[in-house]
């Protein structure tokens, strides 16, 4: 692709928010009936039509030194037929493309009787109106397309203004283009529910002047003669949706849609909370007159939707609705039930909120940004669509590209990519121990060899800040670690140092899988270290871990305060002896236990600068609530979740909220802490993989108040493949559990109370296995618990 000419127009009337059809003509008899196979790329958004119909879209999001084209294959049979490309180039940075990139489309065409010559027209279309507003300062512009002037792609360069594109020379440089490397994003239909209409006044201003503004500003139940018609819809749930309408009215008449995550009053704010910009979460078209269908060339993050319609209800109608959500997968591979009822609601929430968050990218939120950000994508979301759909090669591209987007003053892998690029040091410390779990889970070491030179320098970044008391990196990092959790400049970041434990002991791992023991050895010693440091600096009075500490000067444990996070990871680290950590298991339950939702009068997480000591995310629960889960807390864990995830519910959300505070967003990824451990912790099969076999599991069986639970593990390395899991509690005490498996795997019992036990349909005596035996399940294993 490299060598496909680059093309653009040559005059086009902005730089940026300009909307480029491309049109050529194919001639299967020259190309000879069988299959046409496209290869299509460019640095801004493009779909493309075969005779009028949609056929594919892209780019992909990229690294530009890596840039990812798309293959597509049609039928040629022996007619004419016309290829389009309408390319959207917003010219500025978002969250998901890079800006200050030149744009172009490149296509190449191969047919049965080898490379087609195309010859390309171009057309700056003025059916899109330029208009001021973004969306939000993260994403792209608001649409306004005058449908009347729009082209009939099913013919070729039809009216005037058609010229011969340019090509612009190498403007990626030396890239190294290749194939695309995830499957092409679905778009599958969700029926709008209408849940009410209406007459509306018009309020405020010109068609142009503020148009949310102008959005909000109309009267819907008017006292004077009325400017038009609403039709309010409910989608069910939060989607990337491209909006859908078919709708009837005259010429001219303007119709606009507005879209929100939620209701404000009842009613649709086509703005985006948090947005850090003036936002405009809607669109607009003018009518061409008669019944025609109208649809949004990107899609918008929303659940409700509200039609507008600058005409009476007596002479236009809108006849249907619906989004197309714009996902990567479509059905779970994975699944959950139990007993409780409840429970079962959250771990679908999750899987919703997975959906609705995967598309090129795993993504934050389908509304607010559509970022990248390792934090959400190498932390709970590869957990979480690990057991919901089986397939991470969503977090393989992600990590890649964190690599690729490293920063070039000292190698620090990217937190936030492509786009908006962001470093944070914990997302640093994240995208290492997330490569190795990766590699673990799927057992391939293609990953860590490509991405080892970014991981040996950005732990050289946080080694080269390392004092007596740790590392403190100086201040143009961003260093992040949950909302609320702060640390005072001149204090070391114990929460930091702790992660930057965690991933010295898995850069020993990724040393030792690529057979470097030497390199190994020496993150084991710089592990050993911050461990003595851990154990000197850092512990207070009573053994638990402090939240900060000062750099330099006196710092005696009866001074250091417990800090949540901090002990948190402690637990993880397995920091605590046997004194210590039944005291570290109880503080950290009496932290959440004093925390809203927990409290109802607990301080809130209202904005992001809400800082408090007395505070818990869903994000962090990730962490929180998997050490307790590995401490025996089965039955707090359970009712976290009903407690914590029950208050989202019961605030109306069918996707997870992103923190627990309604005024933030209502659908993100890493929210979803409890799914990927009811799937692993209640069915009692935890991932235990090493370096040379990632089929091994720990068998942690943890009832805890649930009577029976029931689900399927897929299997990372045979795609289609899996673990079937059901138990129950018996009438007369005790309990059963019985796996099936699609793949010979290893298991580690660390239950002491098995009665019976039986292995691939043979019966063996239970628990002549020793602690640390792995035992060999090809086919089945089932178990009575007393």
């Not at 948090?274 to 918008?300: E, H, I």
Request: proline share 6%; aromatic share 10%; glycine share 8%.
């Amino acid at each position: 692709m490299i060598d496909v000419p680059c093309l653009w127009h040559p005059a086009p009337s902005r730089p940026q928010n300009v909307y480029v059809l491309f049109q050529a003509r194919i001639s299967g008899q020259a190309a000879g009936a069988g299959r046409l196979r496209l290869r299509v790329f460019g640095v801004s958004l493009y779909r493309l039509y075969w005779d009028g119909e949609e056929i594919g879209e892209g780019p992909a999001r990229f690294s530009p030194d890596r840039p990812e084209y798309d293959e597509l294959e049609l039928a040629l049979d022996g007619g004419e037929h016309v290829l389009s490309a309408l390319v959207h180039d917003y010219g500025v940075h978002t969250r998901i493309l890079m800006g200050g990139l030149p744009p172009f489309l490149q296509c190449e065409a191969t047919g049965p009787n080898g490379a087609l010559p195309l010859e390309w027209r171009c057309q700056e279309l003025s059916a899109f109106e330029p208009t001021e507003r973004r969306v939000n300062g993260q994403l792209g512009w608001m649409e306004s397309c005058d449908t009347r002037l729009l082209p009939d792609l099913r013919q070729a360069f039809e009216g005037a203004g058609w010229r011969e594109p340019v090509v612009v020379e190498r403007p990626l440089g030396e890239a190294i283009y290749g194939l695309k490397t995830i499957g092409d994003c679905l778009s599958l239909p969700v029926e709008a529910e209408e849940i009410a209409r209406g007459e509306y006044a018009d309020r405020f201003g010109y068609v142009d002047d503020d148009p949310p503004l102008r959005f909000l500003s109309r009267d819907l139940r008017p006292a004077v003669p009325s400017d038009g018609f609403w039709v309010r819809y409910d989608l069910g749930r939060i989607g990337l949706y491209r909006p859908s309408l078919e709708i009837e009215a005259p010429a001219g008449a303007i119709v606009e849609a507005g879209y929100s995550e939620s209701l404000t009053d009842g009613r649709v704010h086509p703005v985006i909370t948090l947005s850090a910009s003036t936002s405009c979460n809607m669109d607009r078209w003018v009518a061409k007159g008669g019944r025609q269908a109208l649809q949004t060339f990107v899609p918008r993050g929303f659940r409700y939707l509200e039609v507008h319609v600058a005409a009476s209800p007596s002479e236009a109608r809108v006849w249907r609705a619906e989004g197309e959500m714009r996902t990567l997968y479509d059905r779970p591979a994975g699944s959950f039930q139990c007993a409780d009822p409840l429970l079962n609601e959250i771990w679908s929430m999750g899987e919703a909120t997975l959906q609705a968050c995967c598309e090129d990218a795993l993504i934050d939120t389908p509304t607010r940004e559509r970022g990248q950000w390792l934090g959400d994508a190498a932390v709970a979301g590869m957990e979480t669509l690990s057991v919901v759909y089986g397939n991470l090669e969503l977090v393989r591209r992600g990590l890649l590209q964190a690599s690729y987007r490293r920063r070039i003053e000292d190698g620090l892998a990217a937190g936030l990519c492509p786009g908006q690029e962001a470093y944070l040091t914990s997302y640093a410390l994240y995208w290492i121990i997330g490569c190795v779990r990766y590699s673990r889970l799927t057992g391939s070491l293609e990953l860590l060899r490509e991405c080892s030179d970014t991981a040996e320098r950005t732990l050289a970044f946080f080694v080269s800040h390392m004092g007596t008391r740790g590392t403190c990196p100086p201040p143009g990092t961003w260093d992040f670690l949950d909302w609320g959790h702060s640390v005072p400049p001149g204090e070391i970041n114990v929460s930091l140092n702790l992660l930057l434990l965690l991933a010295l002991k898995e850069m020993a791992a990724w040393e030792r899988a690529l057979g470097r023991a030497d390199r190994a050895e020496l993150r084991l010693s710089q592990a050993e270290k911050l461990r003595r440091i851990a154990g000197e600096s850092y512990s207070t009075e009573e053994g638990l871990l402090a939240k900060s500490v000062p750099t330099e000067g006196e710092s005696a444990p009866e001074g250091r305060r417990a800090g949540f996070h901090a002990t948190v990871l402690g637990l993880l680290n397995g920091l605590f002896d046997e004194r210590t950590k039944p005291l570290a298991i109880e503080f950290v339950k009496r932290h959440m236990a004093s925390c809203f939702p927990n409290d109802p009068q607990a301080p809130r997480l209202s904005h992001p600068d809400a800082a408090s000591d007395r505070l818990i995310t869903p994000s962090f629960a990730h962490f929180s609530l998997q050490a307790l889960w590995e401490a025996g807390e089965a039955d707090f864990v359970l009712e976290q979740y009903r407690s914590c995830w029950g208050w989202m519910l019961e605030q109306g959300a069918t996707t997870l909220l992103e923190v627990f505070d309604t005024r933030w967003s209502h659908c993100h990824p890493w929210s979803a802490a409890p799914t990927w451990q009811l799937s692993r912790y209640l069915l009692g099969l935890v991932p235990e993989p090493d370096e040379e076999d990632a089929l091994r599991y720990r068998l942690l069986f943890q009832p805890g108040s649930v009577t029976s639970a029931s689900g399927v593990l897929p299997l990372l390395t045979d795609k289609g493949s899996s673990i079937c899991i059901e138990w129950s509690r018996e009438e007369a005490g005790g309990w059963t559990y019985a796996l099936t498996t699609d793949r010979p795997v290893r298991i580690r019992m660390e239950n002491g109370n098995i009665v019976r036990q039986e292995i691939d349909g043979k019966e063996e005596a239970a628990g002549e296995q020793q602690e640390n035996d792995w035992i060999e399940v090809s086919r089945s294993l089932t178990l009575s618990f007393a």
